[in-house]
């Protein structure tokens, strides 16, 4: 068999068209019905492939060209790849081979609109098992018509085979280059030149995290998004919520989307498409609608569930018909791989950020710069140099195994500089638009992956430490240990720790970090001066206006911990900001009074009651509602923080019910920060208004001792092991044990002094929420304190 058509092509067919074309005939024929559509086409086999090396004497002269190369030799790898590329292109095909494929053709062009073009797309037969991963080693062609056309792809298709990467990727996995052989897809194109493409995963790529669908997305033909040479818009949907009907999307991130691919006059291939600036209206809207984003996860979903593990997808939007294919599917083969040790990785030490991009991965590395502005140069990078170019394609590989670190001006998550630094396992900032020229050449720096979704290069060479345990069941303790969250970029990874949820999600870094902008501007955007609503317009890039760029990214933020750490608990914790925190945001200094003690001042409850801020915090509420109530992330729980009086918590409790956020309502737990002196004093009073306590020792220790935490002159002072405070901790807690009422912990304590988180499981608290470094050391710590403590009753 020569050829056969994608519809008749089934998993078992891998052998002979490999396993891209494999399973765009598995999903045409078992996933039509999940509403999935795959352009249909024919396919060349590994039968075809072998006749026209055979008719060429191709197989020998190749064998005896690659026998004595040493692939490490870039410049001796480059020459040899060349060379049989050329051979390739230069043979003709078997005159059975040519007469089949055109009558393939024609009957395929007769079955399209007159005006119909194809995509030829290569197939390994070795490509996309799940122990290896071929991806983006062989070449695809766009907008292919006329026989001829598709003649010259498929020839380019099989020269591919031996570009420098390919060549190289086989040496160093243990692949005969003999044993692999091409298929070539011809498939009817999508119009997403005048739509949308990209590339998604049925996983977060950077942890691992399965519970979530990760696309990316931009304008035109995707080519741009698989070769990192634009940066796409992003989108995380969380599966449970999706398969329960919500409009699951937890996350977004508006990508710079500067370019796109179009169909250009010509369709010979490598002259088929162009490349076009995007007008800037249009790179500053999000490329998909989140019914768009919703339906491409269902179809990944499905593809996940019939293939039975992760997947790596292509998909294109049609401009004219407006409806989403799937272009091709593979397993995802990096981050699907579970491993027995898991390493973390943190830095020592701090110095000027040179520049920042996408994080990669969450390792750090560090070494010379080379900056390299072309493929040519690549010779130039030696072991342990730190690689920074533009953007890297296939033939890059080679040099890329000897960096310690890669930098890309252009690419986003998934793009081919992306896709390599996992798969080498190492660390990679891509999209930063100008390292080229902020990075000199010789420099010393070092690459951190390790704090979220920003990827930043540092001046100098920093110390940073390497921790690894063992992944296993975690002994059993008489005490919940669960998280302080801040940054929701990092809450996939976190949520892999052995936990019981996340004791403190913080609102204030999500203020911060994700919004940036005071809430009182952006409700009173209309009445702002024209330099400070510039700034606001560009921060709201996507968004309709400033109002919902500010609940929305605040429900991205909460929802994006809720759905990691689904279905435990996480107890977010509303506002606590202080005056002079809120002045730094955008507009804050044209609402923030100038308070002499802040510490003490206009925070927590006494400001979402107060006229002055009531319409600000109905924004927060606006956003946990949505959380809850549309997405359906019930696992959600409310902390108020702050509250100095009864009366203060009669007022803000009365205002959350206002607002759709009334304790118990579907379910919802509401529980006061535990912080201040009255609070412990009239625990039992609190008690009646809330379902608990989550203690927060730092301030609890400042008031109960009187002394200021941010002042040097006192810290020696400040130990929330002091007996007062203690005195005040085991108050609260037995008044909650009293009254069957949640008890925690959540302040900074128990993460430092392991002595207080065993006098604190002595008392009875239900839960310690800790820093995630201390998670596992600190429980560790205190299984093994038990057996000691029962030995020496005994």
């Known amino acids: 068999m020569r050829l056969a058509w994608l519809k008749d092509l089934r998993l078992t067919d891998l052998p002979q068209v490999g396993g891209k074309n494999a399973s765009l005939g598995e999903m045409t024929a078992a996933l039509a019905g999940a509403g999935i559509r795959v352009p249909g086409g024919f396919a060349t086999t590994a039968e075809a492939f072998a006749e026209f090396l055979a008719a060429n004497d191709l197989e020998r002269r190749i064998a005896d060209k690659l026998r004595s190369l040493d692939c490490d030799d870039v410049n001796a790898l480059a020459a ?130 399965r519970d979530v669908v990760f696309i990316t997305a931009s304008y035109g033909l995707g080519e741009l998004v698989v070769q990192g040479a634009v940066n796409p818009d992003e989108f995380y949907v969380h599966k449970p919520m999706l398969e329960r009907g919500r409009p699951a999307i937890v996350r977004r991130a508006l990508g710079s989307k500067l370019q796109k691919m179009v169909f250009a006059s010509s369709q010979a291939a490598g002259k088929s498409t162009r490349t076009v600036d995007m007008p800037e209206a249009e790179r500053h809207r999000f490329s998909l609608s989140d019914a768009e984003v919703l339906e491409l996860a269902r179809y990944a979903v499905a593809i996940e569930r019939h293939y039975g593990r992760p997947m790596d997808i292509e998909w294109g939007k049609d401009g004219t018909d407006g409806r989403i294919y799937v272009l091709q599917a593979r397993p ?27 994080a990669i991965g969450s390792k750090i590395g560090s070494g010379t710069v080379r900056v390299i502005p072309e493929a040519s140069q690549m010779s130039r990078v030696k072991q342990g140099d730190v690689l920074v170019t533009d953007m890297t394609d296939p033939n890059w590989e080679p040099v890329m195994k000897l960096a310690a670190a890669i930098v890309t001006n252009r690419g986003g998550r998934t793009c081919h500089a992306a896709i390599i630094a996992r798969e080498l396992g190492i660390p990679a900032v891509v999209g930063t638009a100008d390292a080229t020229h902020k990075l000199k050449d010789g420099q010393p720096v070092t690459v951190s992956c390790a704090e979220g979704d920003t990827g930043s290069v540092f001046e100098g060479l920093l110390p940073f430490e390497v921790s690894s345990r063992e992944r296993g069941e975690m002994p059993r303790i008489p005490v919940k ?314």
């Open 80 to 209: 040899c790849g060349k060379q049989i590329r050329a051979w390739i292109m230069d043979a003709p095909f078997p005159e059975a081979l040519d007469r089949e494929i055109r009558s393939f053709y024609q009957q395929l062009e007769s079955q399209t609109s007159s005006d119909a073009s194809f995509a030829v797309r290569s197939s390994a037969t070795a490509e996309d098992l799940p122990e290896a991963s071929f991806a983006g080693q062989q070449e695809t062609f766009l907008n292919i018509r006329g026989v001829e056309n598709v003649l010259a792809a498929i020839r380019h298709v099989y020269a591919s085979l031996y570009n420098d990467r390919a060549i190289s990727y086989r040496v160093h996995h243990g692949f005969q280059h003999a044993e692999v052989a091409l298929s070539a897809a011809v498939q009817q194109m999508v119009r997403s030149d005048l739509g949308a493409s990209g590339v998604l995963f049925t996983l977060d790529t950077e942890s691992g995290f």
């Open 332 to 358: 995802e083969t990096v981050k699907s791989r579970k491993r027995d040790v898991e390493e973390r990785y943190a830095l020592k030490g701090r110095s000027r950020v040179v520049v920042t991009g996408r």
């Open 481 to 794: 240990i669960a998280m302080n969250v801040g940054n929701p970029q990092l809450a996939f990874e976190f949520a892999q720790l052995p936990n019981a949820g996340v004791g403190l999600a913080r609102l204030e870094f999500i203020i911060n970090n994700e919004i940036g902008v005071h809430p009182r501007a952006c409700l009173e955007y209309d009445k702002l001066d024209a330099p400070l609503k510039r700034k606001i317009a560009e921060a709201a890039r996507g968004y309709p206006d400033a109002k919902t760029f500010f609940i929305e990214k605040m429900v991205e933020g909460v929802a994006t911990i809720a759905a990691a750490f689904w279905p435990k608990p996480v107890i977010v914790r509303l506002s606590d900001f202080k005056s002079n925190e809120y002045r730094k945001l955008l507009g804050g200094e044209r609402y923030e009074p100038d308070e002499e003690n802040p510490m003490l001042g206009f925070r927590g409850a006494s400001r979402y009651i107060s006229p002055s801020f009531r319409e600000c915090f109905e924004l927060e509420c606006a956003a946990l509602r949505k959380v809850r109530d549309t997405l359906g992330l019930t696992n959600v729980e409310l902390m108020v923080p702050f509250v100095r009086t009864l009366g203060e918590a009669k007022q803000v409790m009365a205002l959350l019910e206002q607002n759709g956020l009334k304790r118990g309502a579907n379910g919802l737990r509401t529980v006061m920060m535990c912080e201040l002196p009255s609070n412990a004093v009239l625990a039992e009073e609190f008690l009646e208004l809330f379902d608990g306590f989550s203690i927060g020792s730092n301030d609890l220790t400042q008031l109960t001792l009187g002394l200021d935490r941010d002042s040097g002159l006192v810290a020696e002072g400040f130990d929330e092991r002091d007996a007062a405070v203690k005195a005040m901790l085991a108050m609260a807690i037995r008044a909650c044990r009293k009254h069957g009422k949640y008890v925690g912990i959540c302040g900074q304590g128990p993460s430092d002094h392991l002595d207080l988180a065993q006098w604190l499981m002595e008392q009875g608290i239900e839960s310690l929420s800790l820093n995630p470094d201390t998670v596992v050391s600190t429980w560790l710590a205190l299984a093994e304190a038990q057996p000691a403590k029962k030995s020496a009753a005994a």
